[in-house]
């Protein structure tokens, strides 16, 4: 199926793919709808509008409206990202601060709100690792433009590490085969990498272990023993 937001109303129109016909049209209280993440586990879809002051959650067995939640998307409509590890929604909004909701599943409900304390305009999950990626951008005292990339902990919901960029941040994606998160400047022309990598447990042998020698022996031994062969007579 493929859900469609209106640009006019609430409305969430959902077609049919195997004949191509609308089969429901949903009524999501939320104000032109713009986008949405899937949650393929729960059968749910999150859809927001940087115009609501709301999203509503669908779901997408029944095409029904289970709930709305007061959060609304950024004005660049940046997309939400579900975590399937977690079972949990990302979604940042700029109304009225910068913050990163993030939404229980299982429940429907806001668990944690972080202040990311500037604008995101970019957003990716390294699944691998279980970590969120975003990048945010603010000034400094002498009004220089500054980007950050932050790494958000999603097993605890908390920021280890965040990195300053002196230039513009123009685009960021990821490679879960490297695994790699690659983040792009407009102002010189840089692509910046970085290794996102779980540490490994260190194989070290204990000083107590017994070692243990295994003999290999052949019976009878051509070079100890002698073989005696007898004919009839």
């Not at 790699?180 to 107590?208: H, M, T």
């Given at each position: 199926k493929v859900y469609c937001g209106s640009s006019w109303d609430d409305k969430v129109t959902v077609i049919n793919c195997a004949n191509d016909s609308v089969i429901a049209v949903i009524s999501s209280n939320v104000g032109f709808p713009s986008n949405a993440v899937y949650n393929p586990q729960r059968r749910k879809i999150y859809v927001g509008s940087e115009r609501s002051s709301r999203c509503a959650v669908i779901d997408a067995i029944s095409d029904t409206l289970i709930k709305n939640l007061p959060i609304s998307l950024d004005i660049y409509r940046l997309a939400p990202i579900y975590n399937g590890v977690e079972d949990k929604v990302y979604w940042y909004t700029d109304n009225p601060i910068f913050v990163i909701h993030i939404i229980d599943?299982?429940?429907?409900?806001?668990?944690?709100?972080?202040?990311?304390?500037?604008?995101?305009?970019?957003?990716?999950?390294?699944?691998?690792?279980?970590?969120?990626?975003?990048?945010?951008?603010?000034?400094?005292?002498?009004?220089?433009?500054?980007?950050?990339?932050?790494?958000?902990?999603?097993?605890?919901?908390?920021?280890?590490?965040?990195?300053?960029?002196?230039?513009?941040?123009?685009?960021?994606?990821?490679?879960?085969?490297?695994?790699?998160?690659?983040?792009?400047?407009?102002?010189?022309?840089?692509?910046?990498?970085?290794?996102?990598?779980?540490?490994?447990?260190?194989?070290?042998?204990?000083?107590?272990?017994?070692?243990?020698?295994?003999?290999?022996?052949?019976?009878?031994?051509?070079?100890?023993?002698f073989l005696a062969i007898r004919f009839p007579q």
């Open positions: 599943c299982l429940a429907d409900s806001v668990i944690k709100s972080i202040d990311v304390g500037g604008t995101i305009f970019g957003m990716n999950l390294a699944d691998w690792s279980n970590r969120l990626y975003f990048t945010t951008l603010g000034g400094d005292t002498t009004g220089q433009v500054i980007s950050w990339l932050n790494v958000l902990d999603c097993d605890n919901d908390s920021l280890i590490a965040k990195v300053k960029f002196e230039t513009f941040y123009w685009g960021m994606t990821i490679n879960s085969r490297a695994p790699r998160i690659y983040v792009a400047s407009c102002d010189d022309s840089s692509l910046y990498v970085f290794r996102d990598e779980i540490p490994g447990i260190d194989e070290v042998a204990s000083p107590n272990r017994i070692t243990k020698t295994n003999r290999f022996e052949i019976y009878p031994n051509p070079a100890k023993s």
